[in-house]
């Protein structure tokens, strides 16, 4: 049973910073991506960040490029979102998600692929 669990979310004024883990058990990969969504109020779910678990490519939402940074530590099965400079705007849960293949050059779209897995999401809260 796969099992992604993320965390480091919380309440942070507009400019600051927050780092969100996403730790994986119950499997090794070594290949495919994992990457972050977020969710907020009444709105739809949208791509944000992904890394390859092989060759490190990374891949940014134009929203948050420049401010996000993902990384992954295969060691650990764990990937980071270092989000800097944030702004209210950035306000949602942030879900992490594991797919068998790379985003495109615009990211990941939002449909359900056989193989995907989910994590249960973690608030990110931004204070104007």
């Known amino acids: 049973q796969v099992q992604l669990v993320e965390s480091g979310g919380g309440l942070v004024q507009a400019g600051g910073s927050l780092r969100l883990s996403c730790a994986t058990s119950?499997?090794?990969?070594?290949?495919?991506?994992m990457g972050w969504f977020r969710q907020a109020p009444g709105k739809e779910r949208e791509f944000v960040a992904a890394?390859?678990?092989?060759?490190?490519?990374?891949y940014y939402a134009d929203s948050v490029k420049g401010r996000f940074t993902i990384s992954r530590d295969n060691a650990k099965n764990t990937v980071y979102l270092q989000m800097n400079s944030l702004k209210p705007e950035d306000t949602a849960v942030y879900y992490c998600?594991?797919?068998?293949?790379?985003?495109?050059?615009?990211?990941?779209?939002?449909?359900?692929?056989?193989?995907?897995?989910w994590g249960q999401g973690t608030q990110v809260t931004v204070s104007s």
């Open positions: 998600a594991r797919r068998m293949f790379s985003p495109s050059t615009t990211g990941w779209t939002t449909r359900q692929y056989p193989g995907d897995y």
């Open positions: 119950g499997r090794t990969f070594s290949s495919g991506a």
């Open positions: 890394v390859t678990w092989s060759s490190s490519s990374t």
